[in-house]
């Protein structure tokens, strides 16, 4: 409520958005090279999972650029994740790993779907290359998939 409030009082144009079909992604952008999509954004009360974790509130999105797909995944944690598998729609060419790739991070059933070939990870390589990534790590080693972290150049996983 806090945060209302100051973009109310600074004149910020805001509203909460709550889409949960992904095979109908709300664009956010688009021109002729391009598209940003909302795939999912959870309710905070989910009619079938009940009430969400803070991190599974992250708007899960899509980016289209030069033929190229970005999933751009939250803090997506395994419930949803689980909840979301098998929906093609989260097919991408490029993941960013959700929740820096460590400990509570989507379900390799949902890594499944999404089927990416290349990997950003959104965290230091100390925290990447500890044992809190480890079920990440060696699923995208598994998979072949080249993996770039924060602090590293292609990780080889």
Same mark, same amino acid.
């Given at each position: 409520?806090?945060?209302?409030?100051?973009?109310?009082?600074?004149?910020?144009?805001?509203?909460?958005?709550?889409?949960?079909?992904?095979?109908?992604?709300?664009?956010?952008?688009?021109?002729?090279?391009?598209?940003?999509?909302?795939?999912?954004?959870?309710?905070?009360?989910?009619?079938?999972?009940?009430?969400?974790?803070?991190?599974?509130?992250?708007?899960?999105?899509?980016?289209?650029?030069?033929?190229? &797909?970005? +999933?751009?995944?939250? !803090?997506?944690?395994?419930?949803?994740? #689980? /909840?979301? @598998?098998?929906?093609? *729609?989260?097919?991408?060419?490029?993941?960013?790993?959700?929740?820096?790739?460590?400990?509570?991070?989507?379900?390799?059933?949902?890594?499944?779907?999404?089927?990416?070939?290349?990997?950003?990870?959104?965290?230091? &390589?100390? +925290?990447?290359?500890? !044992?809190?990534?480890?079920?990440?790590? #060696? /699923?995208? @080693?598994?998979?072949? *998939?080249?993996?770039?972290?924060?602090?590293?150049?292609?990780?080889?996983?």
């Amino acid at each position: 409520l806090k945060l209302q409030k100051l973009l109310t009082d600074k004149g910020i144009q805001f509203q909460e958005i709550i889409h949960t079909n992904p095979k109908n992604p709300k664009v956010v952008f688009q021109d002729k090279n391009n598209e940003l999509s909302i795939l999912y954004a959870s309710p905070p009360v989910h009619p079938e999972l009940g009430n969400m974790d803070t991190n599974d509130l992250s708007m899960i999105m899509r980016l289209k650029t030069n033929g190229i &797909s970005y +999933l751009l995944s939250g !803090d997506l944690n395994k419930v949803l994740s #689980n /909840y979301l @598998k098998g929906n093609e *729609a989260f097919k991408a060419d490029i993941l960013k790993m959700p929740h820096h790739g460590t400990e509570g991070v989507a379900t390799n059933e949902f890594f499944d779907t999404v089927d990416a070939k290349l990997g950003i990870v959104p965290s230091p &390589s100390f +925290l990447w290359c500890s !044992d809190r990534s480890s079920r990440i790590r #060696n /699923y995208f @080693k598994n998979k072949n *998939a080249k993996i770039f972290s924060k602090n590293t150049n292609y990780l080889n996983v």
